[in-house]
């Protein structure tokens, strides 16, 4: 199980990214635990969607330790460094498409904590809003966690600045899309102004005017990236009360999309 989570390719990518253990100071304590163990014990979790306390000791990781860990690697940044390094890899590999970006949110139903709200989609329980942003092929550039009442259009301009800046299969790095794709929910004159500032040319369906029908030739490509990333049944439902940990699951599952995506 442990290789077909985490392969020899995708464990050479992640393992120059992970932060060096710092001995305690005054000495002592337990030695740290191998590395690629407390990985794949992370990816299982967010695969298998089991709390941390049913982790099977077949991993060699107790369960405290796996998300104890999980919460260093969290807080120091490690998730959108391996979401970049695959991306990296397709930028120049060629399968980036530039040619537009696309997108979406969906909203989870929550246990609260930050970044939590009432869910217009679910008698106003406490929920979620995964927002994702990808190119025109439907490989996620970028991820975002929101309270589920937050209007869609707001998370736009979070999204499109938070492009990372992705290696080229020829020239230099690139993070802008030739042109961005949405519905009638981001239908907004400033959001339009916001694009067109950039150099980003838009393609979003004006209320009470046009069909978002007319996008669909698009839009499923977004709508089967969020359903590849529901396959990770740790974000199905919020567990986390603390949303920087509910955004590095997110973000590890965009990573792991990318890297299936690249390894076909």
């Known amino acids: ?26 000495g002592g304590g337990t030695a740290p635990v191998e590395e690629r163990a407390v990985f794949t014990a992370v990816v299982y ?10 982790l099977p000791p077949s991993f060699g990781v107790s ?11 969290t807080r120091a ?52 809003k995964l927002h994702v942003l990808t190119d025109a092929a439907g490989l996620p550039l ?15 301009i979070p999204l499109v600045t938070g492009i990372p800046v992705v290696r080229s299969r020829r020239g230099p790095r690139r993070r802008k899309p030739d042109k961005l794709r949405a519905d009638k929910a981001y239908d907004s004159e400033d959001l339009r102004r916001f694009l067109r500032d950039r150099g980003i040319a838009h393609r979003i369906a004006r209320k009470g005017i046009e069909s978002s029908e007319k996008l669909g030739r698009h839009r499923w490509k977004v709508e089967r990236t969020m359903a590849w990333l529901g396959g990770y ?14 955004l590095g699951f997110l973000t590890l599952a965009a990573a792991l999309t990318c890297w299936k995506k690249l390894a076909t």
């Open 63 to 73: 369960a405290p330790t796996a998300h104890r860990r999980f919460q260093v690697w």
């Open 77 to 128: 940044g490690l998730w959108p460094r391996i979401h970049r390094a695959v991306l990296d890899r397709h930028g120049a590999a060629g399968t980036v498409d530039w040619t537009s970006a696309i997108v979406d949110s969906a909203s989870v139903r929550g246990k609260g904590g930050s970044l939590t709200g009432p869910s217009p989609v679910d008698r106003g329980k406490a929920g979620s």
């Open 1 to 26: 199980m442990a290789l077909r989570l985490v392969p020899d390719e995708l464990w050479e990518l992640v393992e120059p990214l992970l932060p060096s253990f710092t001995p305690r100071p005054q």
């Open 142 to 156: 970028v991820v975002g966690v929101s309270g589920a009442n937050l209007h869609d259009g707001h998370a736009l």
């Open 233 to 246: 049944r740790r974000i199905t439902i919020r567990y986390e009360r603390n949303s920087h940990n509910f």
């Open 45 to 54: 979790v967010l695969t298998s969607g089991y709390a941390w306390r049913h």
